[in-house]
């Protein structure tokens, strides 16, 4: 829940304003689809469930105030923008008078859209939240699952879909940043379906072996295979005979090895370097990726098959910047971990610490805190950690040293903003704008001190194409 995009549905008969805003919400990571009629909406929307619809409010036939009621009949809990060109504070009272959450004029503004969006989707999160709270109001918080330490609700429904998958032999994708915590979860997924005694649980480590040697450490091969095969080797399926395999970075694999990793999910099968028998696999797969395999899928790099395949049970593991409730925990967690260690006697950190740690960003998620408070651990000289023995990068909360990026109103130090350079060709002027950023248009209409939609029109004014020569 707490992974997926929001789904937001633009409808507006201009279908540059439909292109620039998908693109503009594309760009923050919203999943957008864009319609050019109300009844055409309404029929997506039997498809597509959206989360918001923003809409036009003068359109031919069915007009925007006709497809808010309808959508708010049908779909009472997706939220409606309206957009009108026209200014008029009638329409608008009347489209919040009817349901809709809020109201944006044409042309529209970029940062103005992007804040409404947030704003529902804050408000859709914390309602979320709560009601998974609701939910678990007879059932006190855990805040621990085997080595997993975490009281936030994200955690929580972790524990429940670990319990969920443990005793089955679904195929599971974990996904998330570096350091959150993947390879506990394959562990507490294998270690919490034991109960009929000890099986193997094997790791493999795909993007520190090169393509040879990871096809052998998979599979297995025979003597005389390839230079340096001097007996036969059984590979790490074999191992796992009956338990879990965890293939940790599953996007390291190469085309060929996806080919016959997509043959052991799919049959079971699979035969060692240079043997013709063909053997089966009976294990549970769970591969994790901190990469978005779907843009890898994009790109060319990554079967989609191989993908659906693998991504029957996908568990998402948030940041630790998304729970930040759970780092007083953490910190006492690895305190005592490491003093232990250590054979130091330290009783904890104090309040200044902890407010440091939980007001750093932490890109390095969990993996990160760890790793600081082992640091601290081994130079405290006494029974509580200080500031002191806080890296900068924590005491200084991140900050980076270098400058600040270039303004709306700054022009790459080689021009003013549109309005400033009307004396010269504005074809010419947009031109040098969307070369100078390399084609990308949200910061060419950053440049220029114009709307993006107001940039599309120009540019479709003036046929300008990033595919044509211009002079």
């Not at 026209?86 to 009347?94: D, L, P, Q």
């Not at 260690?341 to 750093?360: F, M, P, T, W």
């Not at 400033?420 to 100078?436: G, S, T, V």
């Not at 029109?457 to 211009?470: A, D, V």
């Amino acid at each position: 829940m707490a992974n997926t995009p929001l789904h937001i549905l633009i409808v507006d008969d201009d279908a540059l304003v439909r292109r620039s805003l998908c693109e503009t919400l594309a760009f923050e990571g919203y999943s957008c689809d864009s319609i050019g009629s109300g009844p055409e909406a309404l029929a997506r929307l039997k498809d597509i469930p959206a989360a918001v619809v923003i809409s036009d409010m003068k359109m031919p036939g069915m007009d925007g105030l006709d497809l808010l009621k309808a959508v708010k009949e049908t779909y009472p809990g997706t939220a409606v923008i309206m957009m009108t060109g026209y200014g008029s504070i009638e329409n608008a009272v009347e489209a919040m008078r009817r349901g809709a959450v809020d109201y944006i004029s044409k042309p529209i503004i970029d940062d103005e859209i992007k804040l409404v969006i947030k704003r529902i989707a804050d408000e859709r999160a914390v309602a979320e939240e709560n009601a998974y709270l609701k939910d678990k109001l007879t059932v006190s918080a855990r805040q621990k699952c085997c080595d997993i330490i975490g009281k936030n609700f994200r955690m929580q429904k972790l524990y429940d879909l670990i319990g969920l998958v443990a005793d089955t032999k679904t195929t599971i994708l974990i996904t998330g940043e570096s350091g959150t915590g993947k390879r506990m979860v394959a562990h507490a997924i294998h270690e919490s379906g034991l109960q009929g005694g000890p099986k193997p649980f094997v790791e493999v480590s795909c993007a520190a072996l090169p393509e040879t040697l990871l096809e052998s450490e998979l599979f297995g091969h025979i003597k005389g295979a390839f230079t340096g095969a001097i007996k036969d080797r059984i590979g790490r399926f074999e191992s796992a005979e009956g338990g879990t395999i965890f293939l940790d970075e599953i996007d390291a694999f190469t085309p060929a090895l996806q080919v016959k990793l997509l043959r052991v999910l799919q049959d079971g099968e699979f035969e060692r370097v240079g043997e013709t028998k063909t053997r089966r696999a009976d294990v549970r797969i769970i591969a994790a990726t901190n990469q978005d395999l779907q843009e890898l899928i994009r790109q060319g790099k990554f079967r989609h098959d191989l993908f659906y395949r693998l991504n029957i049970i996908s568990i998402g593991l948030p940041p630790l910047r998304d729970r930040k409730e759970d780092i007083p925990l953490l910190i006492e967690h690895f305190i005592e971990k490491h003093s232990r260690a250590l054979q130091k006697k330290i009783q904890g950190a104090s309040d200044e610490v902890v407010k440091k740690l939980s007001a750093y960003h932490w890109p390095g998620n969990v993996r990160e805190l760890e790793n600081v408070i082992e640091r601290a651990c081994v130079l405290t000289k006494g029974p509580l950690i200080v500031a002191e023995d806080l890296p900068d990068v924590v005491l200084d909360n991140g900050r980076s040293t270098s400058g600040p990026l270039m303004s709306s109103q700054e022009y790459d130090g080689n021009g003013a903003t549109l309005k400033d350079a009307l004396k010269d060709p504005e074809k010419r002027i947009i031109l040098d704008a969307l070369e100078k950023n390399l084609w990308n248009k949200k910061e060419a209409a950053k440049t220029l001190g114009i709307n993006r939609t107001t940039l599309y029109k120009k540019m479709s004014h003036y046929g300008i194409n990033p595919k044509k020569k211009h002079p």
